[in-house]
């Protein structure tokens, strides 16, 4: 087969450095990627869709860097090609770029949580992987300061009229399930540009605080608090639980 026929889509001046979609494997659970697997549109080079789903991890510390406005569009851009239940993508999201709007939308969130308190936490949780441990030891303590040195902080809204706590059916949560496919369609988008995050569930008083700060109107819920950077470069990579793919994989049946 051409490699010219295996994006078709692309006019000729588009495949400067066509993606290695030809040819990936797996060993250890890790991509092997035999060549470039990259392109240039426009100028820009754009990462293969493989490559930015294995590069995305969470990251909690970042670089004093801001991020552009045109790689933000892109990436809210590629959240809004996300599938949705009712195909009108009731998606809303506040970008804030002010940092005395950032320090009191993010004052309801608890600073300064210690390593001692966090271990405590995850005693009472009841968790004894060990890899889980060390996620959250790293995590909990760093909550409100990921959320105070992102590049940049996203809120992101999602049009709930039926109560989101008390479904009296699955597809009450539609628009919830959907809101979180656009969320990891940004935190792909990201990877590509070589820009990663972290999300937050807010608690409930938080809800309430941020509908108030950031005059979200009623009928429109908060997934998450979405927090995206340049990593720190001194950022060490947690260790991810090793999940070996086809233990998961179930043919017919169970």
């Known amino acids: 087969m051409r490699r010219s026929a295996i994006v078709p889509q692309l006019p000729d001046k588009h495949r400067l450095i066509l993606a290695a979609v030809i040819r990936y494997s797996f060993r250890d659970q890790k991509l092997v990627l035999e060549q470039n697997r990259s392109i240039q549109i426009d100028g820009r080079i754009v990462v293969d869709l493989y490559q930015a789903i294995y590069n995305r991890r969470t990251v909690r510390d970042f670089q004093n860097r801001q991020i552009s406005k045109a790689i933000i569009k892109r990436i809210v851009g590629a959240g809004l090609k996300a599938p949705s239940n009712n195909h009108l993508r009731e998606w809303e999201f506040i970008v804030i770029t002010d940092e005395e709007i950032r320090s009191r939308t ?44 992102a590049g940049c902080l996203i ?100």
């Open 106 to 149: 993010i004052a309801g969130v608890k600073p300064n949580v210690t390593v001692k308190a966090a271990e405590r936490i995850i005693n009472k949780w009841g968790l004894r992987n060990k890899t889980q441990r060390e996620m959250y030891l790293d995590g909990i303590p760093k909550q409100y300061k990921m959320l105070l040195t």
């Open 155 to 254: 809120i992101p809204c999602f049009l709930q009229e039926t109560p989101l706590l008390k479904p009296k059916s699955l597809s009450w949560l539609n628009g919830f399930a959907s809101i979180w496919c656009c969320i990891e369609n940004m935190l792909l988008a990201a990877s590509a540009e070589g820009i990663y995050g972290v999300t937050r569930i807010p608690f409930d008083k938080e809800f309430k605080y941020l509908r108030d700060v950031l005059h979200i109107p009623p009928k429109y819920s908060i997934p998450c608090y979405l927090a995206l950077g340049y990593p720190e470069k001194a950022n060490g990579k947690i260790k991810q639980l090793k999940i070996k793919v086809t233990d998961r994989i179930h043919y017919n049946k169970w």
